[in-house]
T-cell receptor, first 113, second 115 residues
Framework: SQQGEEDPQALSIQEGENATMNCSYK?????LQWYRQNSGRGLVHLIL?????REKHSGRLRVTLDTSKKSSSLLITASRAADTASYFC?????????????FGQGTELSVKP | DTEVTQTPKHLVMGMTNKKSLKCEQH?????MYWYKQKAKKPPELMFV???????INESVPSRFSPECPNSSLLNLHLHALQPEDSALYLC??????????????FGPGTRLTVL
């Protein structure tokens, strides 16, 4: 499969805790992105990290990228109930034409108040 | 305006019906995408339009027919669908066609049910 893998598939935490989800991919990439999807809705772009970057922050989000291991992690600090959603990583493959993104299988995050 | 809009939000159709899904963006993006998403799965790419021309068709059955009348509008015409085509259909756009991994902006989706 071209699609990446994410783990865990599901994660349940208490409000205030940190949530970490991981993504692995298979090919050389231009960048890696994380998207959030609330139940039955469209995807919302969260953050993009380029292949020559190792770490990036945006608010309560921290993304790391290890191109040697072909993996990335997304850390959400001080989680809130509103963070409950599915999270997908997506890679821009340097061999793919047309701006195609390869999505991971997703992590379903549940934050309990 | 940083929004992608999709209509209708919900659609129920029989296997003999013909219907269309509509997507619109006014961000000046020149790439537009149709995805199909089943429950608890990632989006699956169906079609990509670059500068109003079809650039990628991911071997989608001909009962799905895309159309890009202008740079802001994308349609998906549906005919003789099967119950297994029931899914959330997502439209997205990005600024530059052909740029690997360009950020995509998604609409809220159309929830399609085929009876």
């Amino acid at each position: 499969s071209q699609q990446g893998e994410e783990d865990p598939q599901a994660l349940s935490i208490q409000e205030g805790e940190n949530a970490t989800m991981n993504c692995s991919y298979k090919t050389s990439i231009n960048n890696l992105q994380w998207y959030r999807q609330n139940s039955g809705r469209g995807l919302v772009h969260l953050i993009l990290i380029r292949s020559n970057e190792r770490e990036k922050h945006s608010g309560r989000l921290r993304v790391t990228l290890d191109t040697s291991k072909k993996s990335s992690s997304l850390l959400i600090t001080a989680s809130r109930a509103a963070d409950t959603a599915s999270y997908f990583c997506a890679t821009g493959n340097i061999y793919n034409q047309g701006g195609k993104l390869i999505f991971g299988q997703g992590t379903e995050l549940s934050v309990k108040p | 305006d940083t929004e992608v809009t999709q209509t209708p939000k919900h659609l129920v159709m029989g296997m003999t019906n013909k219907k269309s899904l509509k997507c619109e963006q006014h961000m000046g993006h020149r790439a537009m995408y149709w995805y199909k998403q089943k429950a608890k799965k990632p989006p699956e790419l169906m079609f990509v339009y670059s500068y109003e021309k079809l650039s990628i068709n991911e071997s989608v059955p001909s009962r799905f027919s895309p159309e890009c009348p202008n740079s802001s509008l994308l349609n998906l015409h549906l005919h003789a669908l099967q119950p297994e085509d029931s899914a959330l259909y997502l439209c997205a756009s990005s600024q530059l066609p052909g740029l690997a991994g360009d950020t995509q902006y998604f609409g809220p989706g159309t929830r399609l049910t085929v009876l």
